[in-house]
């Protein structure tokens, strides 16, 4: 594809010269998506205002995820420096925030909106993962009682009430890593779908490894929770009674 640098493209009646081509960004990131970009000097809006409150959006890239601190604490001792508007205002409140923080902002220096949207994703996740916990702790029961004769045969043979509970809390994580892989699996196949059908421009979906982690981490946890309270139970059956059940 030849360079289009140094050419000339026509947007809203005006002429600019193309000095660059950047890579797309999703339209989903409204702050950094454009379909071009132009100096604001020849906006045809007023930049020349003095006001603090305006139509434009400061963004500040760091070269390196290293340097985001040092340019935070510049920013704000360079904020200490800006002089009031007018009088009716004693304070400006301005951050370097990052781009969910700033996404997120609520307006409150008291409480932000990362933190609002942390307790609500908190909330919603156990509700989500503990109505599930309860339902199988239930079908760990009944599976569990459903084998009341072999968990007899065993204790006759002198299997100890501490390697039942072993084995079956063993065998709810080795079903729960297994539902955990083909969750991967499944997730895998739908971005690839998502990512080919390009519903969203330039989006490209991936799969982000550190919310994996939580996921099975988070998986495992409820996986062993859920088998715990059953094996407890499945330990305390009498013998006799075991071998009778059918």
């Not at 081509?21 to 020349?48: E, L, R």
């Not at 996404?103 to 307790?119: K, P, R």
């Not at 996740?125 to 702790?137: D, E, Q, Y």
């Not at 919310?211 to 309270?229: M, W």
């Amino acid at each position: 594809m030849p360079s289009v640098v140094g050419r000339y493209i026509e947007a809203d009646n005006t002429k600019y010269r193309i000095s660059g081509v950047v890579k797309s960004v999703p339209i989903t990131a409204y702050q950094f998506y454009a379909d071009i970009f132009i100096p604001y000097t020849v906006s045809k809006n007023d930049f020349k205002g003095k006001g603090y409150g305006g139509n434009y959006t400061g963004i500040l890239l760091a070269p390196t995820k290293a340097d985001v601190p040092a340019m935070k604490k510049e920013y704000e001792q360079m904020i200490k420096k800006v002089p009031m508007e007018s009088k009716e205002f004693k304070q400006i409140y301005s951050h370097a925030n990052s781009f969910l923080a700033g996404y997120l902002d609520s307006g409150s220096e008291d409480l932000s909106g990362v933190t609002v949207l942390t307790i609500i994703l908190s909330v919603f996740a156990l509700l989500v993962m503990g109505l599930p916990t309860l339902n199988l702790v239930n079908i760990n029961i009944t599976r569990i009682m459903e084998r009341s004769s072999e968990i007899g045969v065993r204790k006759a043979f002198g299997a100890s009430s501490r390697t039942l509970v072993y084995q079956f809390i063993v065998e709810n994580l080795i079903l729960t890593l297994l539902g955990g892989v083909i969750g991967v699996v499944l997730s895998l196949v739908a971005i690839s779908m998502i990512n080919e059908a390009q519903f969203i421009n330039n989006l490209h979906l991936s799969l982000n490894l550190t919310v994996l982690l939580y996921a099975l981490v988070t998986c495992i946890f409820f996986g062993l929770f859920s088998g715990v309270y059953p094996a407890w139970r499945m330990s305390k059956l009498n013998v006799v009674t075991a071998l009778k059940s059918k």
